[in-house]
């Protein structure tokens, strides 16, 4: 069955370091998100894209963060200077479009700003 | 703005007992709401996703129901196993027409289940 995968699925970085956290959704698939989950907090949404444009973002999503479609495949965060409250699981999503609305998610990937 | 609340935050119940978990959610215009299972460090498994117009779906042990007019929806877990011990979250979405409507989904919290052998 097809699913979505992360990369890395631990990442460690220094504090003002940039990382970028990848993602391969389902191949058919349109509509792409990123969410995050702190330790013990709720899962918040970042930002959706589609049609090569981010379509919505949060109030998290701020200036240090980018999305970019590479490719045909791949799917990337940005976070450019990292802080450490950045730490958490990264999820990235995505769905068909149409009447589908469900989203499929990806595995994660831990950042740990130190 | 939407708040998505769930109840209990974590359940103990021994194995072969059914059980329902709670979601809440504030504004009632929702377009669907999910369910999904979560297990240690991982990521989100989809388990349903019942659209607006529904009250129900189910899949094998599981079955949602969704009272959109209450803001409430259950997961109704029968039989449970020690294989489903995770953590259980609801998501809902908006409608669809809203302005900036993308599918962002809004999450609660989370009921952690442990089902004891």
């Known amino acids: 069955e097809p699913e979505v995968t992360q990369t890395p699925s631990h990442q460690v970085t220094q504090m003002g370091q940039e990382v970028i956290l990848r993602c391969v959704p389902i191949?058919?698939?349109?509509?792409f998100y990123w969410y995050r989950q702190i330790l013990g907090q709720k899962v918040e949404f970042l930002v959706s894209f589609y049609n090569n444009e981010i379509s919505e973002k949060s109030e998290i999503f701020d200036d240090q963060f980018s999305v970019e479609r590479p490719d045909g495949s791949n799917f990337t965060l940005k976070i450019r200077s990292t802080k450490l409250e950045d730490s958490a699981m990264y999820f990235c999503?995505?769905?068909?479009?149409?009447?589908?609305?469900?989203?499929?998610f990806g595995p994660g990937t831990r950042l740990t700003v130190t | 703005k939407q708040e998505v609340t769930q109840i209990p935050a974590a359940l103990s119940v021994p194995e072969g007992e059914n059980l329902v978990l709670n979601c809440s959610f504030t504004d009632s215009a929702i377009y669907n709401l999910q369910w999904f299972r979560q297990d240690p460090g991982k990521g989100l498994t989809s388990l349903l996703l019942?659209?607006?117009?529904?009250r129900e779906q189910t899949s094998g042990r599981l079955n949602a129901s969704l009272d959109k007019s209450s803001g409430r929806s259950t997961l109704y877990i029968a039989a449970s196993q020690p294989g489903d011990s995770a953590t259980y979250l609801c998501?809902?979405?908006?409608?669809?027409?809203?302005?900036?409507?993308?599918?962002?989904?809004?999450f609660g919290q989370g009921t952690t289940l442990q089902v004891k052998p």
């Open positions: 998501a809902v979405r908006r409608p669809v027409g809203t302005s900036s409507n993308t599918g962002k989904l809004i």
């Open positions: 191949s058919n698939h349109l509509y």
């Open positions: 019942i659209q607006s117009s529904q």
């Open positions: 999503a995505s769905r068909v479009g149409g009447s589908s609305y469900e989203q499929y």
